[in-house]
């Protein structure tokens, strides 16, 4: 059974820098064509694509985000790790982790975890 | 990266047809996937590759393409079909978008 599971602290200060760790199992990250990425949810608003990071170590990032935003894996800990800086009120959303399985969906985010609620405030 | 536009919400009765679009320059030449997402859950995919269905999704969730616009199709839609519904695609630079999200309401 494949499952990814966000995990962070709940409230950041303005400026402040947030982590995140997405811990997955089910799948391994050294497999051809599968990829973990992390995508966030403001309240009430659209999903919003932020990062992905692949089996090949090739990392991607949104064009408006990506000088802030730094993804990174443990394959020896099934983790993914995503790191945003200088976090800002707006920046408040729920936040998930998602893979991608190239091979079988192709682009799809097929499953995804349950999310994690980050707020910004001082 | 590029945009995907969609209508904020449909409305349909139960067992009617509900049709969900999304458009984007993009769309020709890019894939495009489906999720379903139901208030204070994470999003499921629907539909893949503009018409693919995932072991365990119902029949009734379809998919097609035409031009720069893609149609996600829900037939003799249910209670439990209600949910907000997203579109996704990638660019050849290996970046995502979403669309803006519609909410389906069933009367």
């Known amino acids: 059974q494949v499952t990814l599971r966000e995990s962070g602290p709940a409230l950041v200060k303005p400026t402040q820098t947030l982590t995140l760790t997405c811990t997955f199992s089910?799948?391994?990250?050294?497999?051809?064509?599968?990829?973990v990425s992390w995508i966030r949810q403001p309240p009430g608003k659209a999903l919003e694509w932020l990062a992905l990071?692949?089996?090949?170590?090739?990392?991607y990032y949104s064009t408006s985000l990506k000088t802030r935003l730094t993804i990174s894996k443990d394959t020896s800990k099934n983790q993914v790790v995503l790191t945003m800086t200088n976090m800002d009120p707006v920046d408040t959303a729920t936040y998930f982790c998602?893979?991608?399985?190239?091979?079988?969906?192709?682009?799809?985010?097929?499953?995804w975890g349950q999310g994690t609620m980050v707020t910004v405030s001082s | 990266s590029y945009e995907l536009t969609q209508p904020p919400s449909v409305s349909v009765s139960p067992g009617q047809t509900a049709r969900i679009t999304c458009s984007g320059d993009?769309?020709?030449?890019?894939?495009v996937y489906w999720y379903q997402q139901k208030p204070g859950q994470a999003p499921i995919l629907v539909i893949y590759?503009?018409?693919e269905r995932p072991s365990g999704i119902p029949e009734r969730f379809s998919g097609s393409s035409s031009g720069t616009t893609v149609t996600l199709t829900i037939s003799g839609v249910q209670a439990e079909d209600e949910a907000d519904y997203y579109c996704?695609?990638?660019?050849?630079?290996?970046?995502?978008?979403f669309g803006t999200g519609t909410k389906v309401t069933v009367l």
């Open positions: 590759k503009d018409s």
């Open positions: 998602a893979r991608i399985q190239q091979s079988f969906t192709y682009d799809a985010f097929d499953i």
């Open positions: 996704q695609s990638a660019d050849s630079s290996g970046t995502y978008v």
């Open positions: 089910g799948f391994s990250l050294t497999t051809g064509g599968m990829f």
């Open positions: 993009a769309l020709p030449k890019q894939y």
């Open positions: 990071i692949g089996w090949d170590d090739d990392e």
